[in-house]
């Protein structure tokens, strides 16, 4: 059995699994099997690799995309200029296990980035390796952006209590790219202030599970446009499959 697996904790809200499963047993991969695997620390990935030697790729989420990198022995160019990781290729070589980063996240959310997204200033929510793909994916577009987190740090990271009526109505696309209000933290929501977005903004959160957040609730609620990640997570799922089997 050729085994596959997500790594990452917790991934009680996971969707992975019964995508590939189904993707395996559509294109006749009997012998292939996706396996979910919590790890409560990082530290505990050389130890996986060694106990599932069947152990052929592996997907990264929460809260292991930038932690990853130091444990794999090579990371693809985008990868490596996204500064995150979520999709493993795992050869062996003899006795050697080598392990390759790629990003797969970047290319999906590219591939979800048409109309009517307005090609206009944007607010990343976060600065994860989510983060860092959405980062990646707007200066490709030549999209101007700022970060928002917890803290501000420097000219590139504001402040949630920096969000005031001008900087929101400069920013019309307002990405969540952090894990607020994802299952089963549903009544949770990043906090920005949601009574200065107007019909001219689009909210688009990475998270796909609950389909409804809680920040797009409250964006439609002002009239915003919506999206969630459902699409960018499906994109990037069939990238994560042809690497693993190595399909060019």
Avoid at 64 to 78: G, N, Q, R, S, V
Avoid at 127 to 146: M, S
Wanted: hydrophobic share 40%; net charge neutral; aromatic share 10%.
């Amino acid at each position: 059995m050729v085994l596959f697996g997500l790594i990452g904790f917790p991934l009680g809200h996971s969707w992975s699994a019964a995508w590939f499963t189904e993707k395996f047993r559509e294109e006749g991969g009997s012998n292939r099997s996706y396996h979910l695997f919590p790890l409560k620390d990082i530290s505990e990935f050389p130890q996986l690799l060694q106990s599932h030697p069947g152990l052929k790729g592996l997907n990264v989420t929460i809260p292991y995309k930038e932690k990853i990198i130091p444990y794999l022995d090579e990371l693809d160019e985008t990868a490596r200029s996204v500064g995150a990781v979520n999709t493993i290729q795992i050869n062996h070589n003899n006795e050697k296990i080598l392990t390759k980063g790629f990003n797969t996240d970047a290319p999906g959310f590219l591939q979800t980035i048409t109309d009517p997204i307005p090609r206009c200033p944007a607010l990343i929510l976060g600065t994860g390796g989510a983060a860092k793909a959405v980062a990646y994916v707007l200066e490709e577009k030549k999209i101007a952006f700022t970060f928002v987190s917890r803290r501000k740090q420097g000219s590139r990271i504001i402040s949630y209590q920096d969000l005031s009526s001008e900087i929101i109505s400069q920013n019309r696309l307002i990405i969540n790219a952090t894990p607020i209000g994802m299952y089963p933290d549903t009544d949770d929501f990043p906090p920005i202030p949601y009574h200065f977005l107007s019909s001219q903004h689009y909210l688009y959160d990475l998270i796909y599970n609950p389909p409804e957040t809680q920040f797009m609730k409250r964006g439609k609620a002002m009239k915003a446009m919506t999206m969630n990640g459902m699409q960018m997570l499906i994109n990037q799922a069939e990238l994560s499959y042809k690497i693993f089997l190595d399909i060019h």
